[in-house]
């Protein structure tokens, strides 16, 4: 059986440096990695996983960089993309970066290392030192939301939903139902479809011709407790309104829980929308009427995508949109004339 020494002194190296070759060390020139990889067809010489992806080029690891695993929604994504790598014999190596541009930076520089195949990516802004990173891995990359004018350059595939749309059509449903003062309850602006779902929000009330200024918006966070801290902030501005956009299912959750301890009826006296339908919006307690994201779908069709670029040596990036869908519970209800 041959070994590694056999390499060494088939190219006249020393066993220390054909065993940095094939781990990719960054000081080992390119002409001296392909002189061991010739070596180790010519010797039939595979000794272990990392030797047989240096000589396939693969290895068979899927970068998932997502903001917030412990996040419902992200969580689910998660799932589908494993459900479908899984079954091919994929590693996945997580990236949790809670929007941290530092982190999201730290986290594709440790994938250059790694030398992985692909990306399923959800970062924040893209900066012009992080699309160089994701430029120098040199692997197909699909992203979970659109590309910013300033990254439609970048060969990167997108799968999201129209937010925008998504969200002007929530709260016409609100006005079409009789409600003409609403209010917004939003996520961090780091969030980049924060600012599509707010803009939906705010042209359909123009659209309408309903009031709308900076008193009917509150930027809060992304959990329950930024729900009711946001909805305590919206009361305290605009006390006269009788319907709530929230930007996502957490949020929502936390001005539901606000209202109920400050003794407000919903929906009687107001009604409350969340965005994404999260398992526990369903609960009989909660009844959240929300727009439904296709979680899961996201997940295994970003996963999809990323496979079929895998397995082909010339691709064209796409840009897929999935549909959504308004879920009416009971959180959600006609005007009172008395309210």
């Keep these: ?28 020139k390119k002409e001296t990695r392909e002189k061991v990889l010739e070596a180790m067809k010519r010797l039939n010489y595979s000794p272990n996983a990392n030797a047989r992806s240096l000589i396939q080029k693969k290895s068979n690891m899927i970068g998932l960089m997502l903001s917030d695993i412990t996040d419902p929604f992200f969580s689910e994504v998660a799932l589908g993309v494993e459900d479908v790598f899984s079954k091919v014999g994929y590693q996945i190596i997580y990236g949790n970066t809670f929007l941290d541009l530092d982190k999201e930076k730290q986290f594709l520089s440790n994938l250059l290392e790694r030398k992985i195949d692909g990306l399923i990516m959800k970062p924040g802004k893209l900066d012009a030192e992080l699309m160089s990173l994701v430029e120098r891995l040199e692997v197909p990359v699909v992203l979970l939301r659109k590309l910013d004018e300033n990254e439609k350059h970048l060969n990167i595939s997108t799968i999201d939903v129209d937010h925008y749309m998504a969200a002007y059509k929530a709260v016409e449903y609100l006005i079409n139902i009789g409600h003409q003062n609403i209010g917004f309850i939003g996520m961090s602006k780091d969030v980049n479809e924060e600012e599509e779902r707010l803009n939906g929000f705010s042209d359909c009330l123009r659209d309408h011709s309903l009031e709308h200024s900076v008193d009917n918006v509150v930027i809060s966070g992304t959990g329950i407790k930024h729900g009711g801290t946001g909805i305590q902030r919206l009361m305290e501005k605009k006390p006269k309104i009788t319907a709530v956009f929230a930007a996502n299912d957490l949020l929502a959750i ?62 064209e990036k796409k840009e897929v949109e999935l549909d959504t869908q308004l879920i009416i519970r009971k959180s959600s209800g006609n005007k009172q004339i008395n309210s």
């Design 1 to 28: 059986m041959r070994t590694i020494k056999d390499v060494a002194h088939e190219l006249g190296l020393s066993v220390s440096t054909v065993s940095r070759a094939l781990n990719d060390k960054p000081d080992i």
């Design 254 to 315: 936390g001005a539901l829980e606000w209202l109920a301890k400050n003794n407000y009826r919903v929906p009687e006296e107001v009604s409350v929308i969340g965005f994404e339908d999260l398992e526990i919006s369903s609960l009989h307690w909660i009844n959240l009427t929300t727009v439904k994201l296709p979680r899961k779908k996201i997940g295994t069709q970003s996963a999809e995508m990323l496979m079929h670029m895998l397995s082909s040596e010339n691709f």
